[in-house]
């Protein structure tokens, strides 16, 4: 099976949110079989509703929201694996990865940060995160960052581990102090969360 790494671009953005669309229904019928409802989930209208309530909410936020896609795909420092379909007739997004250059940054004049990585195995991630590590050195970078918290994919910890072994990656103990200059995200939170308990309590 033919497998393509390339650099995305801005037409890119709808791959990313289908990609993204579909994971998430993936992760939804998890949820649904695991619910305590006494009826089947799929006749359950509560726990559908609920699911898919929480899911519209996670997009508000979400890495890959389309303010965010719009930012970081024409800086081109974001790639997209690739492989064909079943019938290899076209190349279908199987994992994509987000980062952007930082100058002058904790004494480093260059460091890329890495926003966000997406899919659907770790073998995609190593993949990915393999390829930024490359360009980096290609373009004369002095290191690249990123956190577990912005890596979303299907893998186990042993999974993990050996990534972060072949990668030579380690862990990096920064003293930074956080400080909020805007009350919107807690707003913005706040809100959400008031629509959701109205929104149960109508169902109720």
Not at 54 to 71: D, V, Y
Not at 80 to 98: H, N, T
Not at 104 to 109: A, K, R, V
Not at 160 to 171: G, S
Request: aromatic residues 10%; glycine residues 4%; contains cysteine.
């Amino acid at each position: 099976m033919k497998q393509e790494m390339r650099i995305l671009q801005i037409q890119d953005l709808d791959l990313i949110c289908q990609f993204e669309e579909a994971k998430s229904l993936k992760f939804q019928r998890g949820l649904e079989t695991k619910t305590a409802s006494p009826l089947p989930a799929q006749q359950d209208p509560l726990c559908l509703a609920r699911i898919q309530m929480e899911w519209e909410m996670a997009k508000w936020t979400a890495p890959w929201r389309q303010e965010a896609l719009r930012h970081y795909l024409p800086l081109g420092w974001s790639f997209g694996a690739f492989s064909e379909d079943v019938e290899g007739k076209k190349l279908s997004l199987q994992g994509y990865i987000l980062a952007q250059p930082l100058l002058f940054f904790q004494t480093q004049t260059q460091t890329l940060w890495v926003e966000h990585v997406s899919g659907s195995s770790s073998y995609i991630l190593k993949s990915l995160l393999e390829t930024v590590v490359r360009w980096s050195r290609d373009k004369h970078l002095q290191r690249v960052l990123f956190s577990t918290a912005n890596i979303f994919y299907d893998a186990n910890r042993e999974e993990w581990d050996d990534i972060i072994q072949t990668l030579n990656a380690r862990l990096s103990v920064e003293n930074l102090y956080e400080i909020k200059t805007t009350k919107m995200g807690q707003a913005l939170r706040s809100h959400l969360e008031n629509t959701s308990k109205q929104f149960l309590s109508k169902k109720d």
